[in-house]
T-cell receptor, first 113, second 115 residues
Framework: TQLLEQSPQFLSIQEGENLTVYCNSS?????LQWYRQEPGEGPVLLVT?????EVKKLKRLTFQFGDARKDSSLHITAAQPGDTGLYLC?????????????FGTGTRLKVLA | NAGVTQTPKFQVLKTGQSMTLQCAQD?????MYWYRQDPGMGLRLIYY???????DKGEVPNGYNVSRLNKREFSLRLESAAPSQTSVYFC??????????????FGSGTQLSVL
């Protein structure tokens, strides 16, 4: 059972367009992270959100954690070719006192020049 | 800084062969992890080591074994490879396993094909 669903799965847009990626679950997370992964490399952490309703900005990227801490979104303004990559969300769940990161299915973004 | 180093980068095995994936980190992290990444499935945790001397099963441990050799090194062994183990394998490390604001550092992955 996949606990974290991401949408869309694939996204191809023109440079300068805006986009939003969603990460949804029925589970409540202690925190949620967003990673970006480039071909042939491991994921690299972009941001961690901890509080319900929290919004964080990283240059043109805006991350929001849902009020109930079950979902999150990543919004990119004026996308650039350098934003191309696989975006992964990861939620931290408490399984009977043991914390585990659950990764989403990923959104593959391609920004065309 | 090297960060998390994985070897080999690529490997092709025949069904039934065995091999060990090596991972080392130079950040003095306590916790280390092995994930596999398959298309449409995200990253799934195979095994983890919360601290030196301990290992625990993750979501998909069947067919794998691990060894936390010391604080720096965490290896993953496939005793009898199967085609279902064809995947990209990532090693990761973090300071502590239980912190809510913990950051995972990943290696660059091992692409494994089992024929």
């Amino acid at each position: 059972t996949q606990l974290l669903e991401q949408s869309p799965q694939f996204l191809s847009i023109q440079e300068g367009e805006n986009l939003t990626v969603y990460c949804n679950s029925s589970s409540v997370f202690s925190s949620l992270q967003w990673y970006r992964q480039e071909p042939g490399e491991g994921p690299v952490l972009l941001v961690t959100v901890v509080t319900g309703g929290e919004v964080k900005k990283l240059k043109r990227l805006t991350f929001q954690f849902g009020d109930a801490r079950k979902d999150s979104s990543l919004h990119i303004t004026a996308a650039q070719p350098g934003d191309t990559g696989l975006y992964l969300c990861a939620g931290l769940l408490n399984f009977s006192g043991t914390y585990k990161y659950i990764f989403g299915t990923g959104t593959r973004l391609k920004v065309l020049a | 800084n090297a960060g998390v180093t994985q070897t080999p980068k690529f490997q092709v095995l025949k069904t039934g062969q065995s091999m060990t994936l090596q991972c080392a980190q130079d950040m003095n992290h306590n916790s280390m992890y092995w994930y596999r990444q398959d298309p449409g499935m995200g990253l799934r945790l195979i095994y983890y080591s919360a601290s030196e001397g301990t290992t625990d099963k993750g979501e998909v441990p069947n067919g794998y074994n691990v060894s936390r050799l010391n604080k720096r090194e965490f290896s993953l062994r496939l005793e009898s490879a199967a085609p279902s183990q064809t995947s990209v394998y990532f090693c990761a490390s973090s300071v502590f396993r239980t912190a809510t604001n913990e950051k995972l550092f990943f290696g660059s992955g091992t692409q494994l094909s089992v024929l």
